[in-house]
């Protein structure tokens, strides 16, 4: 048997390899640069370019852009209406920004346990958690694979809910080959460097409705507008008027520009970690305590995030041994993610862990190996290999 690194043997690899990263090409480049070289660097023509590039790419009306995906979360709860009182509900597994949109305005956020299947948000248990106070639902697409969005939208329109679709991770994919993008009220995509294609920082909200899109837009620009149809009077050519307390919250026509360049590459990119899921499905199907992600039939993910299960009963050593022998490889080896009720502020808050039963025994087993665009055929060779190699030395 071969031995591992973190006993000293040489590891797969000699750099690390890390578990998503960005891929900025000359284009890209050039195009921040012409942005640059002219006159406009905040508000140019390229936020309203880019905002319809992804509005068209998912079919939707609308698309507002905003400085973060974490801003644009806070966007769509202003919009929902969700204020003091009101709760939105939303899953553990999850980014940590998921839920705090809503404590920025001011809500309760709800956790609802996860299907221990597709680790999304499970609608059973959506159902059992709505009060009289309930405002929203906030599916997330973990890892890229779409959520039940069909029950889920069954269920908010019995109640008379908002649905915020979290699809940080799922630009690209499908639900019952529909684009995500649409599914939902308003839907979020983020454009940090780790997601399908970035702006830097940056997000985006879709929507087909004329009212949200209109809120939207007030809440990222200080609740500020210009629009001769919404002034309630007309000082002079100058004259603008606050009528809500907005943010500010824009992207810049330098991130803009980026942007425009990326989404003509997201197919390729979509395609490519459709490509490298498909290789790590296959190698590690077979594998004795190792769960590969489930997709469900009505899903095409766009494949953000690989993560194995290592069944805690088929090892000699715990999660963490696993996962710091992975490190010791020098596969960038990650965790996604920490129940968001496990946090110490939300623990403050008083959330109940065994409230969450599947949550907890996802976050007890799951690591997110390396998976993005620009990998090399090499570095998926390197992930099987450094897999295999700590599989076989720590297995029952
Ligand atoms: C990335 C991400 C966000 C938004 O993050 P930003 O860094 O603010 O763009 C929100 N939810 C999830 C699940 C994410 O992964």
């Known amino acids: 048997m071969e031995k591992l690194a973190i006993h000293g043997g040489s590891p797969v690899r000699s750099t690390m390899l890390s578990y998503g990263q960005q891929w900025i090409d000359e284009s890209d480049i050039d195009a921040v640069v012409q942005v640059l070289r002219g006159p406009f660097i905040t508000q140019g023509p390229h936020i309203a370019q880019f905002e319809k590039e992804v509005a068209e790419y998912v079919g939707a009306r609308y698309a507002v852009a905003f400085s973060s995906g974490t801003a644009a979360l806070h966007g769509a709860c202003h919009a929902a209406g969700i204020g003091p009182g009101d709760e939105a509900i939303t899953s553990p597994i999850t980014f940590v920004a998921s839920s705090n949109c809503v404590l920025y305005c001011g809500g309760t956020p709800v956790f609802a346990d996860i299907d221990p299947q597709t680790y999304n948000i499970d609608p059973a248990q959506i159902e059992k958690k709505i ?199 020098n596969i960038g080896a990650h965790v996604h993610y920490i129940p968001v009720y496990r946090q110490p502020y939300y623990q403050r808050l008083g959330y109940d862990r065994t409230e969450y039963p599947e ?36 297995r029952n």
Do not use: C
């Open 131 to 329: 009060t009289s106070r309930t405002k929203a639902i906030i599916p997330v697409d973990f890892a890229g694979q779409p959520a039940d969005m069909e029950r889920i939208m069954d269920i908010a329109r019995r109640h008379d809910l908002t649905v915020i679709q979290d699809a940080a991770h799922s630009l690209g994919a499908e639900y019952n080959a529909r684009k995500v993008g649409t599914l939902a009220d308003m839907t979020m995509f983020s454009f940090h460097p780790v997601k399908h294609v970035t702006t830097g920082e940056g997000g985006v909200i879709t929507t087909d409705r004329e009212d949200l899109y209109q809120k939207l837009q007030l809440f990222r620009s200080h609740g500020i507008t210009r629009d001769p149809g919404m002034l309630l009077k007309d000082e002079g050519p100058w004259y603008y008027e606050m009528h809500e307390l907005g943010y500010h919250y824009r992207l810049t026509d330098m991130q803009a520009a980026l942007g425009i360049s990326q989404m003509k590459k997201l197919d390729e990119f979509v395609r490519r970690r459709r490509l490298i899921a498909a290789a790590y499905n296959e190698s590690f199907q077979g594998m004795s305590g190792i769960r590969t992600p489930y997709q469900a039939s009505y899903a095409n993910s766009s494949w953000h995030l690989y993560m194995l299960r290592f069944q805690q009963d088929a090892f000699r050593v715990g999660r963490r041994e696993i996962f710091e022998a992975l490190r010791a490889e």
């Open 359 to 394: 949550a907890e025994a996802f976050y007890e087993e799951a690591i997110t190996i390396p998976l993005f665009s620009k990998m090399s055929d090499n570095d998926v060779k390197d992930v099987l290999h450094a897999v295999q190699k700590v599989h076989a030395h720590y």
